[in-house]
């Protein structure tokens, strides 16, 4: 019931915690508070089979394993000066008392397997963990890097290997750059070298070629941007029935019930931010943060800041995500309540084998990185791209390890092992976060971060993404159709914007044997002042042009043909007119002026002369009377109470104009009777 190659991993670990002479073990200066980290082998994922009677059970015991690593890291870190003290206090105060703590609870593992099914063998091997040096100390030398690492990062996409192969081995390279506390993270990380100038990358992204049996559709759906702040550090998948069981915050869009004890029945009856209502899928991810020292509500709450996930939380600025097809044929169905996770939580101290973190910037996201975070261009946004497996073993909606029940593809886009292709989610997540200040270690603009499990330090490579599939029978048979029949449907697959996304430069051109399989990166548009181009529309400087627009006042171009989904929640809506030139709608040229959609009501005409012209008659210029510009009604209750209660500017102003033309005539009436009184006399 071992994973493969378990065995050997065992003796690494061994080796390297009983009969080293060099390391961090040996170097008390390399272990204090934020130059080391714990480094465990993974026991969850080498239990590749658990009887369903013994699973309860075994997950309950796994997440142990997790709490007792979190809370060896966070005595490390408070352990400094006796460390220096004391070269061997590590060992004999941390160390060793986890293992026999490990060693207890892998032994309770055991036992609930045996009580069921067959022993596994080896297991026990895996209680010893090692110190590492974690590359976060304050002599490393930090700053800007070259973009080596992400050249060779893998593109996601890229089956041909597993994922994040490419990436350099965690730890290694040059960490380090920022002093240990930076927004109250106690040395827990990021630092500066976790950071690399998205300029500096060379293109890297791979797109399989697909073939003439290609499923080229498209199913999109809009969930929201977690707007409305639900958060915990919960896994259900994971880490069922217990509360942290992911020591790190979790953004949650669609499904409204998802913590540690939801059950099948609760996620099928709970409600959900999704617009198409018939989408019940729960799709989290590790919140992002400025490491700026905040307090936020989870400050003082297991999974924040008192296990290093400190700061303020940042709402995404957009969140997209597509359900594409295979390279090389049709898809089937996703069973329901299937569940998948992609990227490794753990990969700083597991490795990146299961790693698939892509990190980049709109505008630029041909290129994508692995293990760094992007620095991104003045006017640029941060994104993380997570592409989900997308083959199925027809058979289980879970695993024991989550991972051995769903594959990628390899570089055909063929399913390997008698696994079937089903829609592969492609997930979108683009934040409004200015490049921090590396040259200082983030104190002047303070640097970024995903929440993560406490011991993997924050990097970049740890990035994950869980989905739960609770889509109604109905619409996932609708899904499938679409994608197979090579349509492009779902939530805003008919027309509408594609969010202000800012870019650089544009992204190259797709070419004639592109798939649906390709990034997801809606940033084809050449920006010319504004907020960046979305999909292959010109932009000259405005605000959310529509499909097929070319926008030379507003923000942004809108997506050709197939717009990424709306991402903000269903009830929030652009405000009418304002800053010359928003809501550039379909196919309309965009100059200044808001060209969006009409509005569904005109507004009232006004016999009574401007204000300007009744300021002209009365001896003035009329130059610098401001007229109310007519505009839809407002659509929500900031709208409104910008506009006045009564309704829209047009309507309110048809109500003041005859009104303030009165009073100017009464006024004139004053004027000219005195001018009369003063010749008189």
């Known amino acids: 019931m071992l994973g493969g190659g378990g065995l050997a991993a065992v003796n690494v670990y061994a080796t390297a915690s009983e009969g080293s002479t060099e390391g961090p073990t040996r170097n008390a200066q390399a272990l204090a508070s ?77 036992i609930a397997i045996d009580r069921v099914g067959d022993r596994p063998e080896g297991l026990e091997a895996f209680a010893p963990c090692v110190l590492r040096a974690s590359g976060n100390n304050e002599d490393a030398q930090g700053g800007e890097q070259d973009g080596e690492q992400g050249e060779e990062s893998q593109a996601p996409g890229d089956q041909s290997q597993a994922p994040g192969e490419q990436s350099q081995a965690p730890g290694g390279g040059d960490q380090g750059g920022a002093q240990p506390g930076n927004g109250g993270q106690a040395g827990n990380g990021p630092v500066a070298a976790d950071f690399v100038d998205i300029k500096s990358v060379q293109p890297n992204v791979q797109n399989p070629q697909g073939g003439d049996n290609a499923s080229t559709g498209s199913f999109a759906t809009s969930c929201g941007v977690n707007a409305n702040g639900v958060f915990n550090s919960d896994n259900v998948i994971v880490a069922p029935g217990v509360t942290n069981g992911a020591h790190h915050f979790h953004d949650y869009v669609g499904n409204q019930d998802n913590d540690a004890f939801a059950s099948d029945e609760d996620l099928a009856g709970a409600d959900t931010t999704c617009e198409n209502k018939g989408d019940k899928s729960s799709y989290f991810w590790p919140v992002l943060r400025l490491q700026n020292g905040a307090d936020e509500k989870d400050a003082n709450s297991p999974g924040g800041a008192i296990e290093g996930n400190a700061g303020e939380i940042i709402t995404p600025k957009q969140v997209t995500m597509k359900f594409v097809g295979s390279p090389s044929g049709d898809v089937a169905e996703m069973p329901k309540l299937l569940r998948i996770i992609t990227g490794d939580a753990k990969a700083f101290v597991n490795g990146p084998a299961n790693a698939n973190a892509s990190w980049s910037c709109t505008g630029l996201e041909d290129r994508q990185l692995k293990d760094k975070y992007p620095l991104c261009p003045q006017g640029s946004d941060v994104v993380r791209t997570f592409k989900f497996q997308s083959c199925w073993d027809g058979r289980n909606i879970d695993s024991a390890n989550h991972r051995t029940h769903v594959a990628f593809a390899d570089a055909a886009g063929n399913c390997a092992g008698g696994f079937k292709a089903i829609p592969q989610l492609v997930q979108r997540i683009v934040y409004d976060v200015d490049a921090p200040s590396i040259q200082d270690g983030g104190k002047t603009t303070p640097l970024f971060a995903v929440d993560s499990f406490p011991e993997n330090l924050h990097k970049p490579i740890t990035d994950h993404g869980d989905f739960i599939n609770v889509f109604e029978e109905d619409l996932m048979k609708e899904m499938v159709e679409c994608i197979n029949g090579g349509r492009n449907c779902g939530a805003g697959a008919g027309g509408g914007g594609g969010g202000e996304e800012p870019g650089d430069e544009p992204d190259p051109e797709p070419t004639a044997t592109e798939t649906p399989d390709a990034p997801d990166d809606g940033d084809n548009g050449g920006d010319n002042g504004g907020n960046g181009g979305d999909d292959d529309g010109a932009d000259n400087g405005g605000n959310n042009g529509g499909d097929d627009g070319a926008d ?67 001896g003035g210029s009329g130059d610098d009377v401001d007229t109310a510009v007519p505009g839809p009604e407002p659509t929500d209750a900031n709208d409104a109470s910008a506009a006045g209660e009564s309704g829209s500017l047009a309507e309110t102003g048809t109500q003041l104009w005859p009104a303030a033309a009165g009073g100017v005539l009464v006024i004139l009436g004053f004027v000219l009777l005195r001018r009369i009184r003063a010749g008189a006399e």
């Open 34 to 110: 934020g130059a080391a980290t714990i480094d465990c082998p993974d026991v969850g994922s080498q239990l590749t089979a658990v009887p369903d009677g013994a699973r309860t059970e075994v997950d309950n015991e796994l997440s142990v394993l997790d709490k007792q690593i979190a809370e060896a890291y966070q005595r490390l870190q408070s352990s400094e000066k006796a460390i220096e003290q004391d070269s061997n206090f590590a060992d004999s105060s941390i160390m060793n008392p986890l293992k026999e703590k490990r060693a207890a609870t892998i032994e309770r593992i055991l």
């Open 552 to 618: 030379n006042g507003g923000n942004g171009g809108g997506d050709d043909e197939t717009p990424d989904p709306a991402t903000s929640a269903p009830q929030a809506t652009e405000p009418a007119g304002g800053n010359g030139g928003n809501d550039n709608g379909d196919d309309g040229a965009d100059n200044g002026n808001d060209n969006g959609d009409k509005p569904t009501t005109e507004p009232k005409s006004d016999p009574s002369p401007s204000a300007a012209e009744t300021d002209a008659a009365a």
